[in-house]
């Protein structure tokens, strides 16, 4: 009798604590969620009174960028994300996908479990050292080869820069993307006497679209976000780049440039731009998450 | 064809490039000296002694905040639920903060940790920080390491009379642990070579910090500030040489760790 | 566990190296990153107590002396009337803003309305100021920088505005190596900057040098400032009259900036 009632008891402790560490775990769970909150919370109650003063028309259109004179137009800065981003996508999307067709269709296994960590070792290096690089031998190449001029801070070593630095989400996403093509896919198209290439062009790429898509989403996503690297090779001046060697200033080297001595409206300032900046990423992944899913519909 | 081939070596050749122009102009500089040595003249001289103690306090300060969080989120996510609503927008949420610039961490990290909750430029500031901007790559590593251990270790546990909790403590996890520690070494990989987060929640004091609430630089940080101010190359390429040395390092760790996951289950 | 160990040993080996810090107490200084070396350079060679330098810029230090976040605020622009109320301000040195070129570039010499126009971009190209046919490439500091402020008070004045398309960083050191490393280039940093690699140039025929800027000849120059809440007393004094005695200005001037006084 005793023996029960004891079991009994042993249980329904075992049952309560189960429940009370399944509680622990659920808010362990939305700490990533809450995170986020607090990040867009924080991010609006620093930015938005100055946008609410001045009115988000005098950001986003506003293209005079001087927050000690009370000029806050970061249309240049936004232009400036822009076209480096769209430089970093010609040079990273290219590479990018060549390199996870060779790994993910061309490459014998071995050649793949070496390669695959090496490519991924090159998201492990610091954007700094990117930055430093794109300093030391990028920035005087272009200055001193450009047949326009140009002081070789620029849009152009940004994009290269950049490039390089998107190049392992695009190339790790997309290798996801194509791995999950089903064999019987190639098999099929093999077996109808399709070359390789054919096969590969023909029935792998199409099928593995969204999540080319979405990696290139990503890679986006990572250009914009990019501060580092940017500040040391763009030039960081605030105005519409005439050309791929003007310089150029983007939103996060904007952040980055004039925090340290900020205060007050400037400060303020600062975080509206981090409230764009902050927009556009948000935006951008959910978009590559929303491709990402259909992905999962279209392959049977 | 061979396009493609050539693209892929033109990427692998950028790695091997970068790295090898680091090393070859700061391997000179790398001694036991230059790590356990004070800068001096604002690091034109002497070693980055500070910078090191700096990098680790931090580097731990985040691991301490994102690794209990990270596979406590991962666990509940791989053995508590099935997918639901809820899963949905955590998952969401994970990913969102992903793909947040770091210098969102960093304005964030200087509102909330350095101002509002009174911390000011300091390794906590900091640390927590990094810790939150690792914490997706802990959860994602953790819950694909723990969603690999096979079924029937929980069933066999569960059949033996182990609780869930048990069976999680002392069955899944441990088996799942490379996989998980994995997560947490690319983590401190990400921290170690964060600078623009770091920055604005550490600050740039070059003193060796005495406490958590000290300011402090972190070698990246340190890196970064040699090289904006032409202060010295030598010493900026020997501190990138340390940086670019403790990231191969640790990825080598970690796919070792992996490796060691996949034989496991093989 | 091994890391637990490797920041214990190093934590005890930070101990050990600070063990000679006397318990004359900690001040803290913040503000004008311009000053933040010189006064890391004050704090190295000074042995009555242990201090913190944080940089944040000019105006940071001012709020920061004014609501106690530190001691003493350090300021590289002279102060507006509205920020003076209840500081104290100690000129501690003087620092002259140079403006440089590339080592090779044979211009030497500009006007006060030359340098306005090339910075605001009316002026193109160094042919039109007497050197060879080369763009003029443009640097400045970032906005809320000291040092822009002063170049922007005393070299543009209240009617021009600096370029838009001119390139901007956010460290003077990294300034003089851009202008060190683009012929073309013609940028401004504090007169400590000057070395061998790029060339100042004379401003309406004066050329910067410790004499004429400590006699005011130089106009282009500011104060640097030390600020307390009301007069500085205890450690902060004790700190101030250090910088300001004959060891603390020579330290200045051998970093390059001009002391306070000619004696």
């Known amino acids: 009798m005793m023996m029960i009632a004891r079991t009994r008891a042993w249980v329904a402790t075992a049952r309560l604590s189960d429940a009370m560490i399944e509680r622990c775990l659920l808010l362990a769970a939305l700490s990533a969620v809450s995170t986020l909150a607090l990040i867009t919370l924080f991010i609006l109650r620093e930015g938005l009174p100055v946008v609410i003063a001045e009115g988000p028309w005098a950001f986003l259109a506003g293209v005079k960028w001087a927050p000690s004179r009370g000029a806050y137009g970061l249309l240049p800065m936004i232009v400036g994300t822009a076209v480096v981003t769209a430089g970093a996508l010609v040079v990273g999307v290219p590479l990018g996908l060549a390199g996870a067709i060779t790994l993910a269709e061309l490459a014998p296994a071995r050649a793949r479990t070496l390669l695959k960590p090496m490519i991924e070792l090159l998201a492990g290096i610091p954007s700094v050292v990117y930055g430093f690089i794109g300093m030391e031998i990028l920035v005087?190449?272009?200055?001193?080869?450009?047949?326009?001029?140009?002081?070789?801070?620029?849009?152009?070593?940004?994009?290269?820069?950049?490039?390089?630095?998107?190049?392992?989400?695009?190339?790790?996403?997309?290798i996801d993307a194509l791995e999950a093509v089903p064999r019987s896919y190639r098999d099929g198209s093999r077996a109808l006497g399709a070359t390789q290439w054919q096969t590969i062009t023909g029935v792998v790429l199409p099928a593995a679209r969204n999540g080319i898509v979405a990696a290139v989403i990503l890679g986006m996503g990572r250009a914009v976000g990019e501060t580092m690297a940017v500040i040391m090779v763009a030039g960081n001046a605030v105005q519409f780049p005439g050309s791929i060697l003007a310089p150029v200033r983007t939103l996060t080297a904007n952040i980055a440039l004039e925090m340290s001595y900020a205060s007050g409206a400037h400060a303020q300032a600062l975080f509206a731009t981090g409230i764009v900046l902050f927009i556009i990423s948000l935006a951008l992944n959910s978009i590559a998450g929303r491709v990402r899913g259909s992905r999962r519909k279209a392959t049977p | 064809m061979w396009v493609m081939w050539a693209s892929t070596a033109v990427t692998v050749g950028l790695?091997?490039?970068?790295?090898?122009?680091?090393?070859?102009?700061?391997?000179?500089?790398?001694?036991?000296?230059?790590?356990?040595?004070?800068?001096?003249?604002?690091?034109?001289?002497?070693?980055?002694?500070?910078?090191?103690?700096?990098?680790?306090?931090?580097?731990?300060?985040?691991v301490l905040v994102a690794a209990p969080l990270g596979v406590s989120a991962a666990i509940y996510l791989a053995e508590y639920t099935k997918e639901s609503r809820l899963t949905r927008i955590i998952r969401s949420g994970t990913e969102a903060l992903a793909g947040i610039p770091s210098i969102i961490f960093g304005l964030f990290g200087f509102a909330f940790f350095v101002t509002t909750l009174g911390l000011g430029w300091s390794i906590l500031s900091g640390g927590l920080t990094l810790g939150l901007m690792i914490l997706p790559t802990v959860i994602r590593t953790s819950e694909e390491a723990l969603r690999a251990v096979p079924r029937y270790y929980r069933d066999v546990a569960q059949s033996l009379g182990a609780s869930k909790w048990q069976s999680i403590r002392s069955v899944i996890l441990p088996a799942a642990a490379p996989g998980v520690m994995t997560g947490v070494v690319l983590g401190i990989g990400r921290a170690i070579s964060e600078t623009a987060a770091v920055i604005f929640t550490a600050g740039v004091a070059l003193r060796m910090p005495l406490s958590p609430f000290d300011s402090a630089r972190t070698m990246s940080v340190h890196f970064y500030t040699l090289t904006m101010e032409g202060i010295s190359d030598d010493m900026a390429y020997g501190t990138a040489s340390v940086l670019v040395v403790t990231i191969l390092l640790i990825n080598i760790g970690a796919y070792s760790l992996m490796n060691r996951l996949t034989r496991r289950y093989r | 566990m091994s890391r637990l160990v490797t920041v214990a040993i190093l934590a005890g080996c930070s101990a050990a190296a600070d063990a000679d810090v006397p318990a004359g107490g900690v001040i803290t200084l913040a503000g004008s990153t311009s000053m933040q070396p010189f006064a890391e350079q004050w704090a190295e060679e000074y042995h009555g107590g242990r201090i913190i330098v944080q940089a944040g810029g000019s105006t940071a230090g001012i709020k920061a002396a004014e609501d106690g976040t530190a001691d003493v605020g350090m300021s590289s622009r002279s102060l507006q009337p509205a920020e003076i109320t209840g500081l104290t301000q100690t000129v501690v040195a003087r620092d002259g803003i140079a403006v440089i070129v590339h080592a090779a570039n044979p211009v030497r010499a500009l006007s006060l309305v030359q340098l306005r126009r090339i910075y605001a971009g009316e002026i193109r190209n160094w042919r039109d100021v007497g050197g060879a046919d080369a763009t003029i490439t443009v640097i400045t500091r970032e906005d809320g920088s000291?040092?822009?402020?002063?170049?922007?008070?005393?070299?543009?004045?209240?009617?021009?505005?600096?370029?838009?398309?001119a390139l901007v960083t956010a460290y003077s050191g990294g300034l003089r190596k851009m202008v060190s490393q683009d012929p073309g280039a013609i940028g401004y940093v504090t007169f400590s900057q000057l070395n061998t690699q790029i060339h100042a140039v004379s401003i309406d025929g004066v050329m910067p040098s410790e004499p004429a800027i400590a006699s005011?000849?130089?106009?282009?120059?500011?104060?640097?400032?030390?600020?307390?809440?009301?007069?500085?007393?205890?450690?902060?004094?004790?700190?101030?009259?250090?910088?300001?005695?004959?060891?603390?200005?020579?330290?200045?001037?051998?970093?390059?900036l001009a002391p306070v006084s000619l004696e």
Request: aromatic share 10%; glycine share 12%; charged share 10%.
């Open chain 3, 216 to 256: 005011g000849a130089y106009r282009l120059q500011r104060p640097f400032l030390f600020l307390t809440r009301g007069v500085p007393t205890g450690a902060a004094k004790a700190f101030i009259t250090f910088v300001l005695s004959d060891a603390g200005q020579r330290l200045a001037r051998t970093q390059g």
């Open chain 3, 146 to 165: 000291g040092t822009r402020d002063a170049f922007q008070q005393f070299v543009m004045g209240e009617a021009h505005e600096i370029a838009t398309s």
């Open chain 2, 15 to 62: 790695l091997l490039f970068i790295i090898g122009f680091i090393l070859k102009r700061g391997a000179h500089v790398l001694s036991w000296e230059f790590l356990f040595t004070n800068p001096r003249q604002s690091g034109a001289l002497g070693g980055i002694l500070p910078t090191v103690v700096s990098t680790i306090w931090v580097s731990a300060a985040a």
């Open chain 1, 140 to 174: 005087p190449f272009i200055r001193e080869r450009g047949t326009l001029g140009g002081p070789g801070y620029s849009a152009l070593a940004a994009s290269i820069i950049l490039g390089i630095m998107v190049l392992p989400t695009i190339i790790g996403i997309s």
